[in-house]
């Protein structure tokens, strides 16, 4: 089993900032790739950001320049530093990782932007 925990999310006001977090445990097998995905109401769900095991990033154009993704391999821990946040960037904020064995999912976090 692998469990995927994840926090930081939250109400901010436009052009505020919040940083989300996920920790992975469980039966964890080499870590390939880690990321964030959102979903907003009545939306699919989208990619927001992802990072490999080698730390390359890759960014849905519309969150470029304003969020950063990072990982702590030692921790299993991938972050999602959110900056100059927008009423559209609301949504259930997910991660997601991909290891050797599966591809696991967390149970979302809010992400609300407004004044």
């Known amino acids: 089993q692998v469990q995927l925990v994840e926090s930081g999310g939250g109400l901010v006001q436009p052009g505020g900032s919040l940083r989300l977090s996920c920790a992975a445990s469980?039966?964890?097998?080499?870590?390939?790739?880690m990321g964030w995905y959102r979903q907003a109401p009545g939306k699919q769900r989208e990619l927001v950001a992802t990072i490999s095991s080698s730390s390359n990033t890759n960014y849905a154009d519309s969150v470029k320049g304003r969020f950063t993704i990072s990982r702590d391999n030692a921790k299993n821990t991938v972050y999602l530093q959110m900056n100059s946040l927008k009423p559209e960037d609301t949504a259930v904020y997910y991660c997601?990782?991909?290891?050797?064995?599966?591809?696991?999912w967390g149970q979302g976090t809010q992400v609300t932007v407004s004044s």
């Open positions: 469980g039966s964890i097998f080499r870590i390939v790739a």
């Open positions: 997601n990782v991909i290891d050797f064995k599966g591809n696991y």
